[in-house]
Structures are given as C-alpha cells and as structure tokens.
C-alpha cells in the first residue's frame, strides 16, 4: 500500500472483496474472530476510513516495513486468539527506528502468552480525542449500535450511547446529542470540531453491517482517533463471528383491532364461574359491573343455578338464551378449555380470562395454556390474559376488574402487567379525577400483547396517550416497531420494572461489556420516542399534562411564584432536566412593575412577593404567556392558599372575639371563590395563548386535584404538590417535542 495518506477513506474499495468469505473463514477454524486487518479492510468497504497499514510475518520484516511507513510508527501483534491487544502487552507505539520496530516484535514473539499469526506496521495517528464506536447483537432488540468516549478507559469512563439498527440520520443526531462528552465534538485545545459527517458515516456503516451480514455477532472499533483535523481514523478493530441461529419465531395470531376494540364495548357479559362468596373474583368482578350503570346485559353460570347478587344463576352457558359479546372467565385453569365449544355457540367474541395456575406456574402451566389458546383460536374467541385483574371502559360505566374503583372518562389508556400496579393507578387516577380512556391488565398476554394494546389505541380517536407499565417484553423487534410508529401520533409513557438487573450477557468486546439489558431497552425507547419514568406516579403525572395542556413549542420557562425559596428550588429543577429561563423582556418588566412593589425581584422567576391582591396574579400571569420570549409557565404557590387561610381562620375564631363566624365564614368563601376563579383564568389563558401551565400548590387537601375540567374549556387546569412533579412533567413535554420534530 501507499503511505503518502496515513488514512484510507474508502477509495481503495475493492468490488471483489468478499466480506461473506472473511466470515465464513473465520467461523471454519472455531476461532470466530476476524483478525484486526481484515476487519478494518471490512470497515474501510462500509466507508469507515481506516489507518493505512502493512501486515508482516516476522520482527525483521516488521522493522524493513516501518521504513516504508515514515516514523514514528505503532506496531501490533495479531492472532485469532488475540482479542485485546494493550491488555495482553501486544501494542508498541512511538517506535522510531527500523531497530526499535524490529526489537518491539521479537520481544512480542517470544513473550506473548497467545500465539501470534503476524505483526501489523501502522503510521502513528496523531489526535487528543478518542472514541469507540461498536455494533453487538441483542437478544431481545437485534442489532445495537454503541458510540461512546474510547481508548483504555472505555468501561471506566462508561459514557455510551446505544441505537438499534437500522440508524437513521435523527437516530445519529441523537447519538451525539445524547453523549455526555458530546464538548469533545466541538473544537478542542487547538483542534478542529469533529467532522460529523465523517462520524455519522462510520456509524452508518456499522448499521448497515450489522443489517446485511447476521453472522458478524460484535464489532469493536477502539480507539477511534480524532486527527487535529476532525478527521476521525479507526486504528484497531475486532470482529466476533458465528453462525446465524435467528430467534425462534413468536408463533401469535394476527389480533384484529377491530375485535379488540369492540371488546371495551360488550353489549352482554357472562360470568363463569360467578361466586355467592366476599372475595372471591366470581363475586368482585361481577359486584363490579352491577354497582355501576353499565347498559349491557349481565349473565351469571355456576353450576349450583340459584340467585348471585340478586341476578338469576344460569347453570351452564347453554342455557343463556341470546348470544353473548364477552365471557369473563374465573375457573380453575384446567376447566377452562371445555367451556370453550359452548362460549363459541354463543358467538363470543372474546374471553377475559382472570384465572391463574397458567404459564406462570411452569411448564405444565405453558402446555395448558398454549391447549386454550389454540382451542380458542380455532373457535375464534380472543383471548385477554390470562392470570388478568380486568379491564374498564368508563366511557360506558363498564367497570370489569379486580379494583372497585372508578375514575372519570378521559383520554389516558392504561395498560399494567401488573395487578397490583394497575390497581394503584386506577385509584389513583380516581382520587386526581385524572380521566381513563381504558384500562387492561394484560397478564401472560397469550393472545393480546402490548403491542397490540398499543396499536388499538394508536387507531383510537378518544386515546391522547398510552400509558404502560410493563416487566417482560417478549417481541423486542415488534415493540420497537410499534411504540415508534404510534409515538409519531401520540405520546407512549413507560414504567419498567426490574430496570437494576444487570444482563448476563458475556460480551468479548468493549461494546458488549458497555451493555446491559436495561440500558439497551431504554436506548430503544429513546429511539422509538417513548417516554421512560422511574416511578409510578410518574405514568399519571404525564397521562395529566398529555391529556390536558398543549405541547411546549420550545424549553423556555417563566416562572410565577408567591416567595422566593421556591422560585431558586425550580430554577435550579428547570436547569436539571435541560429547560431554560430567558430574562423578562423590559415590556414585562414595565407591566410588573405597575401592579407590584419597587422590591419585586424584577427577574425570571418573577416573585410576586405574598402580595393578597387578587388582581395580582391573574394580570401577572397573563403578562408572561402573552410574553413570545417563553414557552411555558410554572407557577407557584398561588392555588391551595385557600387551605392556609382555612387555617388561619380557625386560629382567629378560636382566640379573637372581634370577628364573629359570618364574618369568618365570609373570608373563607372568598378564598374559595378565588381559588376557583384562578383555576378557570388559568385554563382560558391556555388556550387562548396554546401555551402550557403548570402549578404548584401552596398546601393540599383532601378537595385537591391534579386536574380540574372548566366548562367550556379545551384544555384543563394542572396542578401538582410540588416543584419536582412539575418540572418533570414539563421536562418531559418538552423531550417529546423535540423528538417528533426530529422525526418529522
């Protein structure tokens, strides 16, 4: 090769090279690795420019080829057993003589502890930033491509960014955005900004691998050397190979969405297995339906006949008159497949099955399962479970789960593989009249998955947002899928248990050791523009602001607050979770500055400093979403003030006789007219400006609500217990924003 460029940028390209032949060579000897040299002349084929070298047999060699290369230069030992070369001490750089050069390699040969195949002789690329970049194959998502910070301190450092493949151009942008030393991509002490271009093809070219050739398992480019220029060069590389076993299939039936959405709207329900006993699910569920006003029709079967909750017992489903939309299922699991032929002589669409003793108990539990479902899908009943707590719609009072809860109808789907978390958040929902558009426990999810909830509320004109707690996902590929199809529509909202554990896949390169199943799943649901919380009440948090209050258009906040402490607390929240505060514009100011005291902190946050006016901050609060310079407002302190009057009132009617209870009663009332005024001011400046706004209230009680519905009103008036709530909520309107904007 010619070594007038240190650096071959894919012009050498050979259009015979075979990369197929490479792996296949490599997975022949069982070694499964293809040697650094024919790696990077892989990678220089992808257009990943690549240092220049010469490949010897022995020391002496080695010494006449750095003659040709120009000093100093960096001499390698190579060998399919040779993963990690500095560990191993197969790595000489700064040579400067043919001598040293051939000194550094007879020392290599005869104290390596692995057997060397042959030495590489590379000019030395000069550059003071270095990074890694990596392709490795997830078991669950595919292939993942990792961009981090490089050299021999990659797992220390432990700054990485994982994408799954195939990379698009926002997928790249993201990358580099993402990295917590993205600086050393801007000019750096005395060299250029990185040429991102240049960057972004390598990754490209790592996709674009990792999509055509199954076999390759991890690629591994560390040190990716950024030359003064920007230009960056890979100086090593590792291949892993072996053969291409692709997932077992995931053998599901197509669900039809149109099946599963009329399922939320039965006209008629049965219950076997219904129960006479407190307690039990053949009583809860059916209690459930029966307290509410759901129009439907209501069966009951138990063998014994009689009466349950004041409704004649059938004893066999035969013996139902008319068809039958939904059958809710409670027995034993090994009585459930034989109800089937009668469910499907009643024309059921679909069978809730809550009862357990199924997959989860084991293998026994996998066969019978997979007995009903098959028996199920043959009759053409659907199946949601089993090992369910139910399913609501409160659009129609239809209440059909383990919780005797009810919140409003609302534009939230919630979907929990979890019971008990779904039982939470339905309560939950119900105490903050937060609305739910429909709730299922999704169980073992032999028939319906997650996916399918999602892309039958994807269709749903009423659902604003998905909202899913989840512990397993079995389809990676599918979930990826669909979660970024339906984000581009409507936000997803995800909390993922058992996010701590550590995967336990043992990785041969530095980008596999970097990796971790959770790391991977929230890579892919940045990706797929999911946004991810760590808390349950995070999930109601958001499915408020989403179903109440318009997109942020920017990160800009104004910040309204009744005192000082809590004004610095959400700065300092705002600046952490990426938002900025712009100045107040001098018309602001000059507007402020007629309604409050020459003391006023004339600053963003704007204090209005515990003034009792009511006028104050309703003309403030207009002030600030009139103003173009922000994008949002949080305000603080203004709602719940009713509580501490309550307060105070009650101290005075206790100690001061000058004031009799009318007159009490009176100021209370008048606290309480304001607080409602205040909320209805809010939700209208909303609208009428399209910007969103979020308050703190001063105390709680137990009237307060997270959302309050103001007739006539498009949007809602939002209202959390603290700062923290409320900038992560923002926060996360804001990540939303900006990546349907980069997906666009």
């Known amino acids: 090769k010619h070594f007038n460029d240190p650096i071959q940028r894919g012009q050498s390209m050979n259009k015979e090279f075979n990369v197929q032949k490479l792996i296949a060579a490599s997975i022949a000897s069982g070694a499964h690795v293809i040697c650094e040299d024919d790696a990077k002349a892989i990678l220089d084929n992808f257009g990943v420019p690549v240092v220049s070298e010469i490949r010897v047999p022995d020391p002496q060699t080695a010494g006449e080829a750095a003659e040709k290369t120009g000093f100093p230069v960096v001499l390698k030992a190579v060998g399919a057993k040779i993963l990690h070369k500095t560990e191993s001490g197969l790595v000489r750089v700064g040579l400067n003589s043919p001598a040293e050069v051939a000194a550094a390699a007879a020392r290599m040969a005869t104290e390596s502890p692995l057997p060397i195949e042959a030495f590489l002789v590379q000019p030395q690329i000069r550059g003071k930033r270095e990074f890694v970049a990596g392709m490795f194959r997830d078991p669950l998502f595919g292939p993942v ?99 291409h076993r692709p997932a077992p299939a995931i053998k599901r039936g197509e669900v039809n969405r149109e099946t599963l959405g009329s399922c939320y709207y039965p006209s008629s329900v049965v219950f076997v297995g219904a129960s006479g006993t407190i307690s039990k699910w053949g009583h809860m569920l059916p209690t459930n339906i029966l307290n509410r006003n759901y129009k439907g029709r209501v069966y009951l079967v138990n063998p014994k006949g009689g009466q ?80 369910t707590m139910g399913i609501c719609n409160p659009h129609i009072d239809f209440f059909c789960c383990g919780v005797h809860v009810y919140p409003l109808p609302g534009s939230t789907a ?39 909830y999602m892309e039958a509320f994807e269709a749903d004109e009423l659902t604003r947002t998905v909202v899913l707690y989840i512990e397993s996902v079995k389809d990676g590929v599918r979930f990826f899928k669909s979660a970024r199809r339906v984000s581009r529509k409507k936000p997803v909202v995800v909390l993922k248990g058992g996010r701590t554990s550590e995967g336990g896949m043992a990785a041969s390169s530095h980008t596999g050791a970097l990796a971790s199943d959770h790391r991977i799943f929230d890579a892919a649901c940045r990706q797929a523009g999911i946004i991810q919380v760590k808390q349950p009440i995070d999930l109601l948090d958001l499915s408020a602001v989403f179903s109440s209050l318009p997109l942020p258009r920017g990160n800009r906040v104004a910040i309204m607050t009744l005192g000082g402490g809590w004004g610095v607390v959400t700065t300092d929240l705002c600046i952490e979770h990426g938002l900025t505060l712009p100045p107040l514009s001098e018309a602001i100011v000059n507007r402020l500055d007629q309604i409050l005291p020459d003391y006023w902190s004339r600053g963003n946050p704007a204090d209005i400093v515990g ?44 100690t001061d006789p000058a004031y009799s209870a009318e007159e009490l009663r009176e100021i209370e009332e008048m606290a309480v007219a304001f607080e409602k005024e205040y909320i209805r001011h809010v939700a209208q400046l909303t609208e009428k400006y399209d910007k969103p706004v979020l308050g703190v209230s001063l105390l709680t009680d137990e009237d307060s609500k997270t959302l309050y ?21 923002l926060a996360s309107m804001c990540r939303y924003r900006q990546w349907l904007e980069a997906h666009a």
């Open 145 to 243: 491509i990792m961009f981090g910070l490089g050299g021999i301190f990659t797992e220390a450092l432990d700054d990485a960014v994982f994408k799954v493949a195939p990379l698009s151009n926002s997928d790249i942008e993201a990358m580099f955005a993402e990295l917590r030393s993205r600086k050393l991509l801007l000019p750096f002490r005395g060299e250029e900004a990185v040429d991102k271009t240049a960057l972004g093809a390598i990754l490209k070219g790592l996709s674009d691998l990792a999509t055509q050739f199954p076999q390759i398992k991890e690629i591994d480019i560390n040190p990716l050397i950024v030359q003064p220029d920007g230009m960056p060069v890979a100086v090593d590389a590792l291949m892993i190979t072996g053969e």
């Open 308 to 387: 349950i909750a004041g409704q004649e017992v059938y004893r066999s489903v035969s013996d139902i008159e008319d068809d039958v939309d939904l059958a809710v299922v409670t027995l034993p699991a090994a009585k459930v497949k034989e109800q089937i032929p009668l469910l499907q002589a009643k024309k059921v669409k679909a069978m809730l099955l809550i009862s357990s003793g199924f997959r989860e108990t084991g293998e026994a539990g996998r066969r019978l399962e997979d007995d009903v479902v098959k028996a199920a899908r043959e009759a053409g009943i659907l199946i949601f479970g089993p090992n």
């Open 414 to 452: 919630l979907v929990c593989q979890s019971g008990n978390m779904g039982t939470q958040l339905l309560a939950f929902a119900e105490q903050q009249d937060i609305g739910i558009r429909a709730f299922s426990g999704s169980g073992n999810e032999a028939m319906v998955t997650l996916e399918d």
């Open 611 to 654: 003034e009792h006016d009511p006028a104050i901050p309703m003309t403030a609060m207009e002030a600030l979403m009139e103003w173009d310079g922000c994008d949002a407002v949080i305000h603080l302190g203004i709602h719940g003030r009713r509580i501490l009057a309550a307060k105070m009132l009650n101290s005075i009617a206790n």
């Open 709 to 729: 519905r103001i007739e006539g009103c498009k949007y809602k008036g939002v209202f959390f217990p603290s700062p923290e709530r409320a900038v992560k909520a």
